[in-house]
């Protein structure tokens, strides 16, 4: 039989998401623009990916800079822009040790398979199952969604991962019961971010630092949405000053170019040894042109700290909006410019009346709506917002005062 021919107007993409019907062509800094020139303020920046904004000419520069150099060698060759990379993350972190990969459930994948291979490589390939969280996301792959353990992702795509125990947040009891002989690690977001904006208390994230010290474990955080400035601090875990010993790393690092990193202590990555991982285009020349080109901003002195101060203005203001709203505003959640609104109207419903008002935002786990905005905001971004969000508000309360419709 031939196939059925395609219609123009139909999309030919699997429809795996619900895509609003909005289509952006260019971007300036914090808004992004339309073919027809409407422009939006974007507080989701590609959900916490474009961290300096769009067209950033810093960034413009290094990507196309490099575009005309080479584009891709792979990793048979020496990459002395991802030598610079990775000596860059690690000197300001915890790490002594990266590896580069193009998404942020690939960096998740190195860190599971260096917890287990620690333990295998030290006589122990027992040791292979990973303690994580519910409300968590760490990825899509096949492994990765075993280790979210969201049900809905994982119903249909065959036998769920193996080796992946799963308790509730923040339950020292279910913690400590879920630690056995073949217990490798721990993996865990410092503030959940696809879950709902979730902190994990500082004291909490000491109790699994404690826990995987005394157990020999491997303690592994997921900064995929939180990393690279995002909280205030170039790292969450500085928030609580509770280190890791594997960080995955992704969405923020390349600014909008896909590009992921997995770090870890030198001990942690003993046995990554040659030949036991690898990536095609992992680290290739323009991600690291792109990484390094962010590092030169977000590392630049002073930039962190703005993006803290910005956050209390931000976290001020959403406060008046909360008391402003409150049948519609619950809560205010998060850290830095990673803040959520847990709201008491449907959030999905919130997203679409901020769109309306001409702000981008991204609806998050437990009924949140995230404020992501690209980290070089400032004061007057923050009011618009504000006032955006206020309209929003505004709009889902009207109609809930509107007698429903017969
Ligand atoms: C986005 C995200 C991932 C997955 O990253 P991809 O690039 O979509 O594979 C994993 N963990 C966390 C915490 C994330 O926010």
């Known amino acids: 039989m031939a196939p059925a021919p395609v219609s123009a107007s139909q999309s030919v ?41 769009h067209a950033h000419p810093h960034l413009v520069e290094a990507l196309t800079a490099q575009a005309g150099k080479i584009w891709h060698t792979s990793n048979l060759y020496t990459m002395p822009e991802g030598e610079r990379l990775a000596r860059r993350l690690c000197e300001a972190t915890f790490a002594q040790r990266a590896f580069f990969t193009n998404s942020g459930a690939e960096a998740n994948e190195c860190a599971i398979k260096m917890a287990r291979k620690y333990h295998a490589a030290k006589g122990h390939p027992e040791r292979y199952r990973i303690i994580t969280f519910e409300g968590a996301f760490h990825g899509r792959t096949l492994a990765t969604i075993a280790a979210g353990g969201q049900q809905k992702y994982i119903d249909g795509f065959g036998p769920k991962v193996d080796g992946f125990d799963q308790v509730p947040f923040d339950d020292e009891a279910a913690l400590k019961a879920a630690i056995g002989p073949e217990t490798a690690a721990m993996m865990v977001e410092p503030i959940q971010g696809e879950g709902g904006l979730r902190s994990a208390p500082s004291r909490f994230l000491r109790l699994l630092r404690d826990l995987c010290d005394e157990h020999g474990l491997m303690l592994i955080f997921d900064e995929i949405q939180t990393g690279v400035g995002r909280t205030g601090k170039f790292f969450a875990y500085e928030l609580s000053g509770v280190t890791p010993d594997i960080m995955s790393v992704a969405k923020g690092i390349g600014g909008g170019f896909p590009m992921g990193v997995c770090l870890a ?18 680290g290739n020349p323009l991600a690291m042109a792109v990484g390094n080109a962010v590092l030169d901003v977000i590392l630049a002195p002073g930039f962190i700290d703005h993006v803290a101060q910005t956050s209390l203005r931000l976290k001020q203001s959403l406060a008046e909006l909360k008391d402003k709203h409150p049948e519609v505003i619950a809560e205010i959640r998060g850290e830095g410019l990673m803040l959520g609104l847990k709201l008491h109207t449907l959030n999905t419903d919130f997203v679409a009346e901020a769109r309306a008002a001409g702000l981008l935002v991204v609806a998050a786990g437990d009924n949140v709506v995230r404020l992501l905005p690209p980290l070089i905001i400032g004061e007057p971004e923050v009011a618009d917002a504000v006032s955006r969000l206020d309209r929003a508000a505004g709009a889902i309360e009207a109609a809930l005062k509107r007698p429903a419709a017969e």
């Open 13 to 53: 993409l699997l429809p795996t998401y619900a895509r609003a019907p909005v289509a952006f062509e260019r971007g300036e800094g914090p808004w992004a623009i339309t073919a027809d020139g409407t422009r939006y303020l974007d507080f989701g920046a590609g959900i916490a990916v474009n961290s300096l904004g």
């Open 265 to 282: 202590t030198e001990e942690a990555a003993s046995g990554m040894t040659l030949g036991t991982h690898g990536t095609t285009f992992g």
